[in-house]
């Protein structure tokens, strides 16, 4: 099956840095989605993006589908950004089904 | 309401206890899925339902016992539950089939601790 990594595994900032995490999967996909899971455990959309380019205020992201990869942009970091950031993506046989990575777990230190 | 709700929050029951987590979404969606996240392991799909249809049971063992009466609601049954057990449960719906994008949206999850 569709493998999908996630790196760095952890990274610590300072406020205000900007960051930039990384989703690699092995296969081609028809839906890539990143979200970003609060430490009350709350999953919050941040971007479908199975191609091109988006931005959502101090957020974006890319993914280049032909080389199989995404990239999620935090500029200017805060603290409420502090939490795990998942990518997973969907295969057209896949039933739906998302695959997701291990996770970056994100810490901003005021 | 918008979005997805999940009741309770919060949940402690010991291993003879029978009890249900509920699931609304408010998104017009089709389709909604139950999923399982242990700490440091990634989410485990449960089971999908579309239409109100059961498409997905992944292995799942029976005292886990899904219900979806139509396709705004979503309950899982517990009953003689393990330790092992204890983890956040997250529900999720997607307009699957909908339209071209399949983008699924979470609700702020169970956690379910089992003594």
């Known amino acids: 099956g569709i493998q999908v990594e996630q790196s760095p595994p952890d990274l610590i900032l300072q406020e205000g840095a900007n960051s930039t995490l990384r989703c690699n999967f092995s296969?081609?996909?028809?839906?890539l989605q990143w979200f970003h899971q609060n430490p009350w455990g709350q999953l919050i959309n941040l971007f479908y993006?199975?191609?091109?380019?988006k931005q959502n205020g101090r957020l974006s992201a890319t993914t280049v589908a032909t080389e199989r990869y995404s990239l999620l942009y935090i500029s200017s970091s805060q603290t409420t950004d502090s939490g795990v950031y998942f990518c997973?993506?969907?295969?057209?046989?896949?039933?739906?089904?998302?695959?997701w990575g291990a996770g970056t777990k994100l810490i901003i230190k005021p | 309401e918008t979005g997805v709700t999940q009741t309770p929050r919060h949940l402690v029951m010991g291993m003879t206890n029978k009890k249900s987590l509920k699931c609304e979404q408010h998104?017009?969606?089709?389709?909604m899925y139950w999923y399982k996240q242990s700490a440091k392991k990634p989410l485990e799909l449960m089971f999908v339902?579309?239409?109100?249809?059961?498409?997905e049971n992944n292995s799942v063992p029976s005292r886990f016992s899904p219900e979806c009466p139509n396709s705004s609601h979503l309950f899982l049954h517990l009953h003689t539950l393990q330790p092992e057990d204890s983890a956040l449960y997250l529900c999720?719906?997607?307009?699957?089939?909908?339209?071209?994008?399949?983008?699924?949206?979470f609700g702020p999850g169970t956690r379910l601790t089992v003594l």
């Open positions: 997973a993506v969907e295969q057209g046989d896949s039933n739906y089904q998302l695959i």
């Open positions: 296969d081609s996909v028809n839906n």
């Open positions: 999720a719906s997607s307009p699957r089939g909908q339209v071209t994008y399949n983008e699924q949206f």
């Open positions: 993006i199975p191609s091109g380019t």
């Open positions: 998104l017009g969606h089709n389709a």
């Open positions: 339902y579309n239409f109100k249809e059961q498409t």
